[in-house]
Each structure stands twice: as structure tokens, then as C-alpha cells.
């Protein structure tokens, strides 16, 4: 796990623990194009130093590991760590990022399945 390799090699001191909380969530209207907000969303946020660079960690639902790594991760790029140029990393992130990118399309196409065409409809 890339959050394990630092956590070996580095000093990680956290300055926040994970906690959970909640964001309001903020979505644009399209018809008027203002700001609408409908509701809030649960997060965990944590935050870690590494040399002196703070890494956050913030992702939906209640998962404090998550968030853990994800600012250890966060940290070690902004402390421009020797690990975080290795070709592994690039390339698991270079696949996750793929992998995120086909289940949206994925997502998007179910959705767009159901999308009603008004301009067919008879009166």
C-alpha cells in the first residue's frame, strides 16, 4: 500500500485525528445557473505533517483509515518524498484514475437511458 511505504520510512505526526463531520454539498442549477444546496454530507477529515508539509484527508462516509492515508499520501507529495517519483505509484494512480473515469462513463450512460426527450413527446 503507498500510504504504508512512507508510514515506513518517514516520520508521520498526525495534527488532527480523523473526525467526522459534515459539508454542505453544492450543486449548480442549470436552468437559472445559481447555486443550489440540497443538503449535507457526512465526511471524515484527517490531517498529518510530514517535514513540516500538512497532508489532508478527506473522503465521504465514515472511514478513518481512509482519510489516514489519504493525508499521509497528500502530505508525502507536498514534501516531495522520493517515494512519490517511483514509477509504481504513477502507475497506480494512472490505472485508479482510468478505473474512475470507466465506471462514470458507465454511471452516466445508465443514467442518460432514462432521459426523457421532450421535443418527441405529442401533444
Known amino acids: 500500500m503507498m500510504a504504508d511505504m512512507i508510514l ?15 459539508v454542505m454539498a453544492k450543486i449548480r442549477e ?5 447555486l443550489f444546496y440540497p443538503g449535507e454530507v457526512l465526511v471524515t477529515e ?3 505533517s510530514i517535514k513540516g508539509q500538512i497532508g489532508l484527508g ?3 462516509g ?3 483509515d481512509m482519510a489516514f492515508w489519504l493525508a499521509v499520501i497528500d502530505a508525502a ?7 512519490v517519483d517511483m514509477k509504481d505509484w504513477k502507475e497506480a494512480l494512472t490505472a485508479e484514475k482510468d ?7 458507465e454511471e452516466t450512460g445508465q443514467i442518460l437511458k432514462t ?8 401533444v
Not at 442549470?30 to 445559481?34: D, I, L, V
Open 30 to 34: 442549470s436552468a437559472q445557473n445559481s
Open 115 to 122: 432521459r426523457v426527450n421532450f421535443e418527441t413527446m405529442q
Open 46 to 48: 484527517c490531517k498529518v
Open 62 to 64: 465514515h472511514d478513518s
Open 77 to 83: 507529495y507536498r514534501a516531495n518524498l522520493p517515494e
Open 8 to 22: 515506513d520510512q518517514h516520520a508521520v505526526e498526525v495534527v488532527e485525528a480523523a473526525n467526522s463531520g459534515l
Open 58 to 60: 478527506l473522503v465521504q
Open 99 to 105: 478505473w474512475i473515469d470507466c465506471k462514470r462513463s
